[in-house]
């Protein structure tokens, strides 16, 4: 750990004098505007004037300037990583065996990676450009969206740009992943990545395949890839194959995000499209440190890397037809829950600020946060818990609020919801720095949320039936990892960009 402390100084004082080159830097603040009404009854208007007004200072990102590295920065960032690995050591099950090696590796592989996506020019051009095929996905998305619905793909509200853009382009890609799938090409890709897991991390070939797998696929599809070895599988390797799929995002949900945020504003979307794939690829070795310091592992395990050969269908068309008809499972399943979560949402902030309004609160809240949140909600609870977690990581103590809001959204919602609240916030101009809705952005990374609990038992579990009382056993602990490890590449990012 000591010489790992080492290199990561030495590489941030190599970049602390380089100047800022992209989104990544841009801490300048931004005055929000304190008539603003922060809630997720109606998100149409803000959503709205997000969209037709991507020019504004508030919202172009790309053209802030940084306020560059501190000697503060990097303080409060070493002490937002240490109280995340503390927390870690304190839930661990087995404190005498964590893999602290591991750990260090885990945190280096982070550091340089999100250096060299914000300061190194080939590193930072990788990304882009494939942050570029995703904004392309959207935009072929769009053709198919545009012969089916015709005009109402052209609205200016959120609603119907949610349904006939953002949905359609889950469908496309989970086509176009099928696709890949039955090519061979993700699994080439995936072995690849898992091989560099397991020579760096040490972890079973197996575990690093489920790992790899997670930043291109579900937290169900990912496990496939490995089904053969799931009945096998000790608590530690198991526990993983759970924080895998907690810590990232599958790439159907990642590229309706980048049309989220984006808008259809293109710099925008590349923007965007970079910090969500740098975000996917650090919560990889995130979520091997939080794993393997809640559950360690203490059996030997097989190095081996070897990627199931099971076909996704049994031709190319066979292939692209099941992963569409997937893709629209998941795109009704998200457009249900979602129509369901923000009505209940609605209901909960109704009873809410009726009690607000009979014990005068409502007016207390609104002068104590400058207009922020206007009464009391469900978003000013969830806000004022997790408030204290956001000031530690590195979130300016005027959005730590709003950030913890996005954060409990997540957990208690989805990460869906997180991510429609956070496009409505920087619509509005909400967040006094962009530095905080690039972090947050980090945040909500991942499916971590007490949905997923369920989901991954029900999915994994029927991939190994045995191990349904070791995923029940486990779910908790892998939803904390899961929040840990996109915490710590949001802390990571937060103290780079200064």
């Known amino acids: 750990m000591k010489h790992l402390c080492l290199w990561i100084m030495l590489l941030i004082s190599m970049i602390s004098t380089t100047p800022h080159l992209s989104l990544a830097q841009q801490t300048n603040p931004v005055q929000p505007n304190s008539q603003t009404t922060i809630q997720t009854q109606a998100p149409d208007q803000a959503a709205g004037e997000q969209l037709s007004a991507t020019t504004n200072a508030n919202i172009l990102l790309s053209q802030t300037p940084g306020h560059g590295f501190s000697l ?122 898992a091989w560099v897991f397991t020579r760096l991390l040490k972890l079973s070939g197996a575990e690093s395949l489920s790992v790899a797998g997670n930043i291109f696929l579900g937290q169900t599809e990912s496990p496939l890839m490995i ?84 076909k996704i269908g049994s031709n190319l068309l066979d292939a692209i037809t099941n992963g569409t008809s997937e893709g629209l499972k998941l795109a009704v399943n998200v457009a249900g829950m979602l129509l369901a979560f923000l009505a209940l949402i609605a209901m909960i902030n109704y009873i809410l600020g009726f009690i607000g309004s009979l014990t005068h609160l409502n007016a207390i809240i609104e002068t104590n946060t400058d207009g922020r949140f206007n009464e009391l909600s469900l978003q000013f609870l969830l806000g004022y818990l997790f408030a204290p977690i956001m000031w530690l990581i590195g979130i300016c103590s005027q959005d730590i609020m709003l950030v913890g809001r996005l954060l409990g959204e997540k957990l208690i919602l989805t990460e869906f919801i997180g991510y429609i609240s956070l496009s409505d916030l920087k619509g509005a101009g909400a967040f006094l720095e962009q530095k905080s809705i690039i972090m947050a952005t980090y945040i909500l990374c991942g499916f971590a949320n007490f949905a997923s609990i369920g989901i991954q038992i029900g999915g994994i579990g029927a991939l190994a039936p045995g191990k349904r009382v070791v995923l029940s056993r486990l779910g908790m602990y892998a939803l904390l990892a899961g929040t840990l490890a996109s915490l710590m590449s949001a802390t990571i990012i937060g103290m780079i960009l200064g």
């Open 72 to 193: 503060t920065t990097i303080l409060r960032g070493f002490a937002g990583m240490l109280v995340l690995l503390a927390i870690g050591w304190i839930f661990s099950k087995d404190r005498r065996n964590i893999p602290w090696k591991t750990v260090g590796v885990g945190l280096a592989f982070q550091v340089v990676l999100a250096i060299g996506v914000l300061y190194v020019p080939f590193i930072r051009s990788g990304f882009e450009f494939f942050g570029k095929i995703f904004v392309k996905i959207l935009d072929f998305t769009n053709v198919g969206s545009q012969f089916l619905f015709g005009s109402l793909v052209d609205s200016s509200t959120f609603g119907s740009i949610f349904a006939f853009q953002i949905l359609p382009t889950i469908i496309f890609f989970s086509a176009l992943t099928s696709l890949l799938f039955y090519w061979g090409i993700i699994q080439r890709v995936v072995w690849a990545m």
């Open 227 to 310: 089904k053969a070895y799931l009945a096998k599988m000790n608590n530690s390797e198991m526990m993983l194959v759970m924080t895998g799929g907690m810590a990232t995002l599958a790439g159907g949900v990642l590229a309706a995000y980048i049309g989220m945020l984006g808008g259809n504003d293109p710099v925008l979307r590349l923007e965007f499209a970079k910090h969500l794939l740098t975000a996917s690829v650090m919560a990889a070795p995130a979520a091997v440190i939080f794993s393997k310091m809640l559950v360690p592992n203490t059996e030997a395990v097989n190095r081996d890397v070897e990627v199931s050969k099971d």
